[in-house]
């Protein structure tokens, strides 16, 4: 079974500043991989960025990287020079590596970007 | 790749109608998936299908609700006697086996009235 806990309801940053969003996890399983997805108002969710759990190095795409902290179970989400466009609704998920798949999302965190 | 396609994007029905949802995954994905998300809330899982197998429903799917994917293509899912605490957006999302990654669908938000 997989838990993932959210404990940011909403989380606020001005245009070009830094924004770190966090997420906690429980598992199981000793292969697993972890997402950030986001959810932009009234559109669809899309990947941010994925980790695998037996890779230590962190994730980084563009402007988006994460502080993975297995031992910690914690995986939390930075947004260097944020922008308007990062405003949305972010999920933290977890994935078992031994099933198909199924993704176990947090509560989400809304993000409000300020100009 | 038009990505994954969902219809309707909103229905609105009245308690004890049937719904039925359709879901096109991206083409040659042989994974899809359902999940329910109610507002303020992450998507919970519904059920899964490998090809044209189900190979896991969630406890959350009750007898009322039934989901397809006859020729391992798009897929439906059913909501027999539609209820109040059924409204919700019903998400989409395929993937291929081994990548891990999922791609969702815009949706469709069911309201029950």
């Known amino acids: 079974a997989q838990t993932v806990t959210q404990s940011q309801p909403e989380m606020s940053v001005q245009e070009a500043e830094t924004v770190t969003l966090s997420c906690t996890y429980d598992t199981s399983e000793s292969d697993y991989y972890l997402f950030w997805y986001k959810q932009p108002p009234s559109r669809q969710m899309i990947l941010v960025i994925r980790?695998?759990?037996?890779?230590?190095q962190n994730a980084t795409e563009n402007r988006f990287s994460v502080n993975f902290q297995k031992a910690a179970k914690s995986f939390s989400l930075k947004i260097s020079d944020s922008q308007l466009g990062d405003a949305a609704m972010y999920f933290c998920?977890?994935?078992?590596?031994?099933?198909?798949?199924?993704?176990?999302f947090g509560q989400g965190t809304i993000l409000t970007v300020h100009p | 790749d038009t990505g994954v396609s969902q219809d309707p994007r909103h229905k609105i029905t009245k308690r004890g109608q049937n719904v039925t949802f359709r879901c096109d995954p991206i083409?040659?994905?042989?994974?899809l998936y359902w999940y329910r998300q109610t507002l303020g809330q992450g998507p919970e899982f519904l059920t899964y299908?490998?090809?044209?197998?189900?190979?896991?429903k969630s406890r959350l799917l009750s007898d009322r609700f039934s989901a397809e994917r006859p020729k391992g293509s798009f897929s439906t899912l059913e909501i027999q006697r539609t209820e109040q605490g059924d409204s919700a957006m019903y998400l989409c999302?395929?993937?291929?086996?081994?990548?891990?990654?999922?791609?969702f669908g815009a949706g469709t938000r069911l309201s029950v009235l």
């Open positions: 999302a395929s993937s291929v086996q081994g990548e891990n990654i999922q791609y």
């Open positions: 980790q695998e759990a037996y890779k230590q």
């Open positions: 083409s040659e994905h042989n994974r």
């Open positions: 998920a977890s994935a078992g590596g031994t099933s198909y798949g199924k993704l176990t």
């Open positions: 299908f490998q090809n044209e197998a189900q190979l896991e």
